[in-house]
């Protein structure tokens, strides 16, 4: 039996400013960094090892997954970062605050581009360049839909992750809020319509336990050191 703990960062400046981040980079803060080290120790206490931890690009995904890991003393385990675990990309939104953005299109709509499926978001009107996609030819987005965001995930999911399940070694993924939705959607097979209604708080594990198939058995979520489980 596999098992599988993903990690949405530590609390971010952008978080505690509540305004859109997408692909920007936003520091933890020091509350995001005490929510990194509380998870580190949750899954210490619960005897977790891991052969491999994943990350995107962020910052925010990589100095969390670090913390969990001095905490957990296998900071000695290979690190993969890649773009395709980048939070989703909230285009022409990046950067405003939320409940200004609600105020001027009303909170249905703000809903709707927050926590839609196929909704995508104001789209930029110049495409944004940085040095570590530009090496890899990788096109940062104008905007993402979550659907979009879960199309460039699955590749890595499927080539990557899942045949490290499937070889019985547990792996540990911390990315982001919508990113990690999009993995909950595909792996609890979530229907388009209920998926506004997932959310994926800051420094709360999600612990999925697999078959030799890459059936899922069972699911918890850790909160504040409880365990809250179902099948």
Known sequence: MATLVMVRHGQSQANLDNVFTGWSDSPLTAKGIAQGRQVGAELKAKGYVFTDVYTSYMKRSIITANIILDEIDQLYIPMHKTWRLNERHYGALSGLNKAAVGKKVGLETLH????????????????????????????????????????????????????????????????????????????????????DQVEVPNGQPIVYHFDDRLNLIDKQIIRDGEVNGNS
Request: aromatic share 8%; hydrophobic share 30%; proline share 7%.
């Open 112 to 195: 709707r581009w927050r926590r839609g499926y196929t909704e995508v978001p104001p789209r930029l009107k110049k495409r944004q360049h940085e040095r570590r996609y530009d090496r890899l030819g990788v096109k940062e987005p104008l905007s993402e839909s979550l659907q979009m965001t879960l199309q460039r995930i699955l590749p890595y999911w499927q080539d990557h992750i899942a045949p490290r399940l499937l070889d019985n070694h547990n792996q540990l993924i911390v990315a982001h809020g919508s990113t990690l939705r999009a993995l909950v959607k595909y792996i609890e097979q979530v229907p388009d319509d209920k998926i």
